[in-house]
């Protein structure tokens, strides 16, 4: 099993719509978690960090389960800008470790 | 308030030579990540380091790759005779006593 496995997508949705993504990881010891945003060639950007109680910075809700060993992303009222990879990230150790993304496309 | 510096942001080198990329942490940061991407791949952990010491190197190839992030300047990743496959864009992240990892702009490495 990979250290963190994310649904590649892509996600295509319109503009409004509410997406959910979800990333499991396989270190039951990891501590912190991370949802990352990438551009296109671009550096990836710090989004959100993800909490025990769960979070939320306007259209965006994170969880974690630990018992389960996932995180999730959602995104409420999508927006074009939205449109990029989005990047789980785990802390297993010492590194910070990061899946594949999940591609998500918002279109008018 | 500088963020990660990273340069070149463009390097080109043939065959055989040796590639240097250079960066330069949030001021105060003092733990340096490398990563690697390949085109329409994900990014590949590295190596993490801390002041003068190597953490963790497990993703970085046994040959041809070091890394160093001295007591002074930038944190290095070099690569002696640089080969095609080595052609990627390299991401340099740090953070400091919290986990929260803020990035550089990378270095696109074109091997000819």
């Known amino acids: 099993r990979k250290e963190v496995e994310q649904d590649p997508g892509p996600f295509n949705v319109p503009e409004g719509a509410t997406v959910a993504f979800n990333c499991t990881y396989s270190?039951?010891?990891?501590?912190?978690f991370f949802w990352y945003r990438q551009d296109c060639r671009k550096e990836p950007k710090l989004l959100m960090s993800v909490y025990s109680s769960g979070n939320e910075d306007g259209r965006f809700t994170a969880q974690l389960n630990r018992a389960s060993q996932y995180i999730s992303l959602l995104i409420r009222d999508s927006k074009l800008s939205d449109s990029a990879t989005y990047l789980c990230v785990v802390t297993p150790g010492t590194a910070l470790i990061f899946g594949k993304g999940t591609t998500l496309s918002v279109s008018s | 308030n500088a963020g990660v510096m990273q340069n070149p942001r463009h390097l080109v080198r043939r065959r055989g030579q040796e590639a240097r990329l250079r960066c330069s942490p949030v001021k105060g940061h003092s733990h340096v990540y490398w990563y690697r991407q390949l085109p329409e791949e994900g990014l590949k952990f590295m190596v993490y380091?801390?002041?003068?010491?190597?953490?963790?190197e497990s993703g970085m190839p046994k040959e041809r790759f070091s890394a160093e992030f001295p007591k002074e300047g930038p944190s290095i990743l070099r690569i002696q005779q640089v080969v095609r496959g080595d052609s990627a864009a390299y991401f340099c992240a740090s953070s400091g006593q919290g986990n929260e990892a803020f990035f550089g702009q990378g270095t696109r490495l074109t091997v000819v």
């Open positions: 270190n039951s010891a990891s501590q912190s």
């Open positions: 380091l801390q002041k003068e010491n190597i953490i963790d």
